[in-house]
């Protein structure tokens, strides 16, 4: 078979369908028969000089792929393969790879480096492969290695930093590889290619190198090296050397303060003189540095002006000639920047940066921009009336009210005149800017607004009659035209001045959203969000029988849906996405009609009409759920109450389908949610049903496959059906319980540095919490006297997570609330396990001195809980 392999690999890319399948085929059964030979094979056929390059490539990449996966599961399935193979036959393998290295082929020593990245990446972390850095740095230390050896040991260090942890090396190994790297930088290195490779290197070993940049000298040596690379006379290096300096100013912020004369020399100069790739990353360095000093402003100590990591305020000393570098980069502008979503250009990175700079410095930018502004804003070239307009909008976040209410005062008018602009691109970010102003100085509930009475009614004309524009303009109008709307939302008399135009803009948005000329745009997925935020933010007072109105038409365009003609999956997919859009209107339009009794009688009269859509909007997607339908539901559940059971026989298969969906989890996680909504609205009437809902709930929890993300709602939805049913809960308590006490456990385990793992851990604390809140509230008046047994670890639960420095507010509120659901479930019981008053006194006192009215009024509700429970045994 081994022989064989060149064949089936070149086989695999004929142009032929029949010969690739039949390869295809024949490569599957090879790696199900014998996984180590094929994988030795594929190493042998890499490795080996005189076979086809094309042969040579695709095992590179198939053995690389079978040592990696996007999907977290697959890739640890993928790692516990290679983990079990035969260690010497590992070793062939990696024997191989490491002698690919030197291969004059460039295209097999590169794949050759990725896949020894990929197996380091399992190893590594093991502690297995402790050789593997020593044998990559003897290429860069025997003499006469020839630079192609160089290039691809460099590129291997490189991919393996970015595979691995910092954590995964000691110190000697990461001083050995930095020196490695930065010797293959140094400008005596004759050989650009190498010069490349390890500057793309360092890049990715840069989070290694804490304690070399904590050494003063070293620091000093590794930013000559990446300055001096960021001047070479090769535009792929230079681009790189920046690329490190954009890394280092995020992740060695305090560290740059000598460096940063030189570091704005050098990026201005590539601002103004480099190719835009150069050019872009310079930009980019200085939006880094705003992003560290934004983080550290908004973690200083009010008033103290403190904060526990060093702010150099560098944008405020460099901002006299930064801004106008800036300026200069927003007369870069591309002909076609607006039509495309993904260009990305020097006047755009410009703008972005200028905005981090608002962000940072507030008003101090305002006299440095508006110079530019009026100097420009007049001027017969559309570049420079853009430009002025960019600027002018970029630095709308930052600077106070009082400062830029007058100017945004003055300049309302010019812009509303600007949307009638000959230049599309003119009008295109005046649409933007418009859009920004709304959204950031257009807060009538806080008693400040740029609108009123006086000029709305241009405002709204402006926008009617620009929505008509181009899509990509239309687009932006939409935008205009959410912010309007939100800025009214819980305005009090305000929220009254755009009643009067509420129905001119629905069937503005309507007309929008069923335009013909917006194809490969998102003209009408923003049309109907737009809609939405209309409905959702009008003064239902004023408006229910505008939008008693608009419902039947939604509805009826929910039904066109049915007759269109599906030939292909493209057309599939755009039945999806206009389905799902109308769903999404049709849950704004129930959850407002039925937000008052007065307005709630409309919805009950077309509940079974709205619901039959919904149901054949399922039908529609054999085995996937619809998300917007799924919200929808759960809404029209919540407006329904006890009368949603007469849907249930029908819609519960659905919500089967749902609460399976492995793959699509955010629809498995909505479907938990409308599980959640409909025991609120069915209360005991839910029973019939819950023994397929439970037996689906644990089979998720027990799940490897499932995105972690579903979990955390699967707990507050036990409360949910506890509270609904009551008593009934009993025969799950046996399969939740130690389900809730298992994740109680993980909690303690989780790592709190990461972001990510900090806010999934206090989502799974809260809803542990609120799973036993549901249960001691469904028990409470009959079978309180279960939960006695698993009272303590409750209570050690609460503990641990009241040491947790900081806590989440919301973790404290659900900690504080199950602690009084527990008193009043358990009553006189309480006492025998309550032992240790000191603690909760220590934490409800803590609660009430919060700030937060509802964390002390539940605090005060939770210590009367308590004292009563003494009380009464008392």
């Known amino acids: 078979m081994a022989l064989e392999i060149t064949q089936f690999l070149l086989a695999a890319q004929s142009a032929d369908a029949k010969i690739r399948t039949e390869a295809e085929t024949n490569l599957s059964q ?46 640890q399935q993928f790692a516990q393969q290679w983990l079990v193979i035969d260690s010497s036959c590992k070793s062939q393998i990696k024997s191989l790879l490491l002698s690919c290295l030197g291969s004059s082929v460039r295209e097999a020593s590169h794949t050759a480096a990725q896949v020894i990245a990929k197996i380091a990446s399992i190893e590594v972390p093991q502690k297995q492969w402790p050789e593997l850095i020593g044998s990559l740095l003897v290429n860069m230390t025997q003499q006469g290695r020839p630079a192609s050896v160089k290039q691809a040991t460099l590129e291997t260090l490189g991919y393996v930093c970015e595979e691995i942890s910092h954590q995964d090396l000691v110190q000697d190994e990461v001083n050995s590889v930095l020196t490695a790297v930065v010797q293959g930088m140094n400008v005596e290195e004759e050989s650009v290619d190498v010069r ?30 990446i300055c001096e690379a960021a001047t070479a006379k090769e535009g792929q290096l230079r681009q790189a050397a920046v690329e490190c300096l954009v890394s280092i100013a995020s992740t060695y912020y305090e560290l740059l303060e000598p460096y940063m004369q030189t570091l704005f020399q050098l990026t201005a100069k590539a601002v103004k003189e480099d190719e835009e790739a150069v050019s872009l990353q310079a930009i980019e360095f200085w939006s880094s540095i705003c992003d560290e000093e934004i983080e550290l402003q908004d973690y200083e100590v009010p008033d103290s002006g403190d904060s526990s990591a060093q702010h150099s ?39 972005t940066c200028l905005g981090l700079v608002a962000r940072t410095v507030g008003d101090a930018v305002v006299p440095l921009v508006m110079p530019f502004v009026e ?30 209410s007058p100017m945004v005062h003055a300049g309302l008018k010019h812009l509303l005149d600007a949307m009638k602009d000959q230049n599309e691109h003119i009008r295109d970010t005046t649409a933007w800017t418009l859009s920004r102003i709304f959204e950031l100085l257009h807060t009538p509930a806080s008693g400040f607004s740029v609108i009123s009475p006086a000029n709305l009614q241009q405002i709204v004309e402006v926008l009617l009659e620009s929505i008509k524009d181009v899509p990509h303009v239309a687009e932006k109008v939409c935008g205009a035209i959410y912010f309007l709307s939100q800025g009214y939302e819980d305005a009090g008399p305000s929220s009254s001045l755009l009643t009067p135009f509420i129905t001119q803009i629905i069937g503005s948005l309507i007309a929008t959203a069923d ?25 239902i007072s004023e408006t229910s029988q505008i939008i008693n109105h608009l419902c039947p038409v939604i509805m009826d365009k929910l039904g066109q849906t049915f007759e269109l003609q599906i030939l292909s999956s493209d057309d599939r997919e ?64 919540y407006a329904t109450g006890s009368d949603f059971l007469k849907y249930m026989p029908e819609f ?50 027990s799940s490897s496959e499932l995105n972690r993300a579903v979990k955390p709602p699967i707990f507050s939805c036990f409360g949910d059906i506890a509270l609904a049913i009551g008593e009934h809960f009993e025969k799950y308590l046996q399969y939740a319980l130690p389900m809730m006490q298992s994740a109680a456990q993980v909690c303690a385990q989780l790592d709190n540095s990461d972001d990510e793992m900090l806010e999934y851990g206090n989502q799974l604390r809260r ?7 549901g249960i001691l509230q469904g028990f409470k008046s009959t079978k309180a006297n279960l939960m006695l047994p698993h009272a303590p670890h409750l209570l050690q639960f609460i503990e641990l997570v009241a040491k947790d420095q900081p806590r989440d507010e919301s973790v404290t509120k659900a900690a504080v609330a199950v602690l009084g659901d527990l008193a009043d479930a358990l009553g006189s019981s309480a006492k025998t396990i309550f032992k240790d008053p000191a603690f909760f006194a220590q934490l409800l006192g803590e609660c009430l001195q919060s700030d937060d009215e509802q964390l002390k009024e539940t605090a005060t509700w939770t210590q009367g809980m308590i004292g009563r429970a003494f009380s009464v045994c008392g």
Request: aromatic letters at 8%.
């Open 375 to 404: 100097a420009n804003i007049m001027k017969p070239d559309w570049r420079s009336r853009e430009a002025a307009i960019y600027a002018f909008g970029s630095i709308l976040e930052g600077p106070s009210i009082e400062k830029l």
């Open 30 to 75: 090879f790696r199900e028969q014998n996984l180590p030979g094929f994988f030795l094979s594929l190493a042998v056929e890499l490795a080996t000089d005189g076979k086809p390059t094309e042969s040579r490539r695709l095992a590179g990449i198939v053995l690389k792929n079978s040592l990696d996966a996007k999907e977290t599961v697959r890739k």
């Open 652 to 701: 519960y298969k659905y919500l089967e389908m749902g609460l399976q969906n492995f793959e699509e989890y955010q629809v498995c996680s909505i479907s938990v949610g409308v599980v959640g909504d409909i025991c609120r609205a069915l209360d005991d009437k839910i029973l019939p049903y819950c023994d397929g809902i439970m037996t689906l709930l644990l089979k998720d929890l």
């Open 767 to 773: 809803s542990i919490f609120e799973a036993y809140s």
């Open 574 to 637: 755009k039945q999806g996405d206009l389905q799902a859009s109308l769903c999404g209107v049709l849950q704004v339009i129930i959850q407002k009609l039925s937000n008052t009794d007065e307005t709630k009688s409309i919805i009950l009269q077309v509940a079974n009409q709205i619901m039959t859509l919904f149901l054949k909007v399922f039908a529609c997607r054999s085995s996937t759920v619809h998300e917007e339908a799924m919200l929808a539901i759960g809404a029209l559940a």
């Open 515 to 539: 335009r013909t000329d917006n194809s490969g745009s998102k003209l009408r997925t923003t049309a109907y969000e737009t809609l939405n935020e209309v409905v959702r933010c009008s003064n």
């Open 313 to 351: 305020h560098f944008i405020e000393k460099a901002l006299e000639v930064l801004v106008p570098m800036l300026l200069e980069t927003l007369l870069k502008q591309d002909e076609e920047q607006d039509q495309d979503d993904e260009i990305w250009n020097l006047a755009m990175a410009g703008g």
């Open 196 to 225: 490349l490779a390890a500057t793309r290197a360092l890049y990715n070993a840069l989070d290694f190198a804490q304690t070399n940049f904590d050494n003063e000298m070293e620091r000093n040596y590794i930013m000559k090296v």
